[in-house]
């Protein structure tokens, strides 16, 4: 993929520091962005998981890019301000692994 990393070697953040943000997320470059592809059993999970989703955003005020598909959610976090992943940013894309993660343990 033309400009994409895997993110489990370390992101830069806006202060120049580096957070290692889970396994599945693939850095892009142009724009500057987090992407993942979420894989469900059926639309009922994937509805519970959308469902959640849009409680984590309207917590974090964090809007990223969402598709969907009866099986599966692909979710886009760009950076706010279009050159870095911003801490908060970071923190809803560790929220996300978890709310899929809690979801995982449920089933």
Known sequence: ???DKTVSDAISV???ATQNIA???????SPASLFRRLV?????????FLDQLATLSRTTGCY???????EYVNIT???????????DELDFVRRVDE?????KAAG
């Open 1 to 3: 993929m033309n400009g």
């Open 14 to 16: 806006a202060v120049g």
């Open 23 to 29: 396994q599945g997320w693939a850095q892009r470059a």
């Open 40 to 48: 469900f059993p059926g639309y009922a999970d994937t509805r519970l």
């Open 64 to 70: 990223p890019d969402i598709s969907f598909g009866r």
């Open 77 to 87: 976090v760009y950076a706010g301000n279009g050159e870095t992943l911003t801490a």
């Open 99 to 103: 709310v899929a993660g809690m979801q």
